[in-house]
Antibody, heavy 119, light 112 residues
């Protein structure tokens, strides 16, 4: 059974850097084809894909946010970390960690972590 | 503004059939990329509902079905039940701008 869980700060100040961690179980990021991603959802709004990292350390970023995002993995800890710089109140959202399937869809999802950007 | 276009809301009475459309472009759905659907119940994380255009994961009732044609896709729900009231999102891949996963804006299904 695959599970993912997000952790990180609930409140971040504008201009600061957000770091959220995904801790997963039930699969390994050493396995060929495996990917883990991040998706966010502002309150009351739609889903937005942010980034994906693959077993071979290949990384993909949302074109609109690429300059602000960094995704890394620690295979020994079964963790994936997403960093986002220069936060703004519009970045307030629930951040979801997801397991990417080979058909280019996401399943399952973590429970999400709500991050509020406010001074 | 989302890359894939969905109606903001649909509604239907219990037992009825409803459909939710998802319109993309020649660089997403029209390029042959599969469409996937997620159900988000209030206050919960999205859950995979349909993958690969028309495949149901284990545990998803056969009341839910998907289809794709050209640059669009649809989710159909038959025999509407109160528990189907949720937000529904379509998702695909877009090969423009270095490639990215894209979502629809979501559709709120209300069971009357």
């Amino acid at each position: 059974q695959i599970t993912l869980k997000e952790s990180g700060p609930t409140l971040v100040k504008p201009t600061q850097t957000l770091t959220v961690t995904c801790t997963f179980s039930g699969f390994s990021l050493r396995t060929s084809g495996v990917g883990v991603g991040w998706i966010r959802q502002p309150p009351g709004k739609a889903l937005e894909w942010l980034a994906v990292i693959y077993w071979n350390d290949d990384k993909r970023y949302s074109p609109s946010l690429k300059s602000r995002l960094t995704i890394t993995k620690d295979t020994s800890k079964n963790q994936v970390v997403l960093s986002m710089t220069n936060l703004d109140p519009v970045d307030t959202a629930t951040y979801y960690c997801v397991h990417r399937r080979s058909g280019n869809y996401f399943d399952p999802w973590g429970q999400g972590t709500l991050v509020t950007v406010s001074s | 503004q989302s890359v894939l276009t969905q109606p903001p809301s649909v509604s239907g009475a219990p037992g009825q059939r409803v459909t939710i459309s998802c319109t993309g472009s020649s660089s997403s759905i029209g390029a042959g990329y599969a469409v996937h659907w997620y159900q988000q119940l209030p206050g919960t994380a999205p859950k995979l509902l349909i993958y690969g255009n028309n495949n149901r994961p284990s545990g998803v009732p056969d009341r839910f079905s998907g289809s794709k044609s050209g640059t669009s896709a649809s989710l159909a729900i038959t025999g509407l039940q109160a528990e189907d009231e949720a937000d529904y999102y379509c998702q695909s891949y877009d090969n423009s701008l270095s490639g990215s996963w894209v979502f629809g804006g979501g559709t709120k299904l209300t069971v009357l």
